[in-house]
C-alpha cells in the first residue's frame, strides 16, 4: 500500500472513534466501581500469592539437581517396555531427568523473577519434595 493510504485507514478510524469518545458517562455508574474495589484482593492476600510464588521458584532451583538421579534410578514404568528394559530405562530416564530439571530450573527462575506478577500461574512443575508445604497451582 501507498504511504498515502495508510493516512486514509488512520483518518477513518479516528473518525469512526469520536463518536464513542463523545458518548454521555450516564452509562457509567460510581456504585460499580466501589463494588469492584471491594472485590479486589487486600495487599495481605497480595503478599501471600509474591511469598509463595517466591518460595515455589526457590523449592524448584533447590531441587532441580535431584531430578535426573531420581529418574535415572526410579525410571517410569513405560520405560519397562524398551528392549533391554534393564538397562535402557535407565538411560531413557536420565535423559529424561536432565531434560526436566533443565525446565525445573528454568521456571524456578521465572516464578521467582515473576513473583510479584501475580494474574500468572505458577510455572514451575509440581516439586518432588515441598518443604514449605506450599500448594501448587493447577492449569
Known amino acids: 500500500m501507498r504511504p498515502v493510504a495508510w493516512w486514509l485507514v488512520l483518518l477513518l478510524t479516528l473518525t469512526l472513534a469520536v ?16 463494588e469492584e474495589e471491594d472485590e479486589s484482593a487486600s495487599w495481605g492476600e497480595y503478599w501471600g500469592e509474591v511469598g509463595n510464588r517466591a518460595l515455589m521458584g526457590v523449592t524448584s532451583l ?3 539437581p535431584g531430578d535426573p538421579p531420581m529418574e535415572a534410578v526410579f525410571p517410569q514404568k513405560e520405560w519397562d517396555e524398551l528392549p533391554l528394559a ?3 530405562k535407565r538411560v531413557v530416564g536420565l535423559g529424561q531427568g536432565v531434560l526436566l530439571s533443565t525446565y525445573r530450573a528454568g521456571m ?24 514449605f508445604d506450599l500448594e501448587h497451582d493447577e492449569y
Open 19 to 34: 463518536p464513542v469518545a463523545a458518548q454521555d458517562d450516564d452509562d457509567w455508574d460510581d456504585d460499580d466501581w466501589d
Open 62 to 64: 533447590a531441587t532441580f
Open 108 to 131: 524456578g527462575t521465572l516464578d521467582l523473577v515473576l513473583a510479584p506478577v501475580t494474574p500468572m500461574k505458577m510455572l514451575s512443575p509440581e516439586p518432588r519434595w515441598n518443604p
Open 86 to 88: 534393564f538397562v535402557s
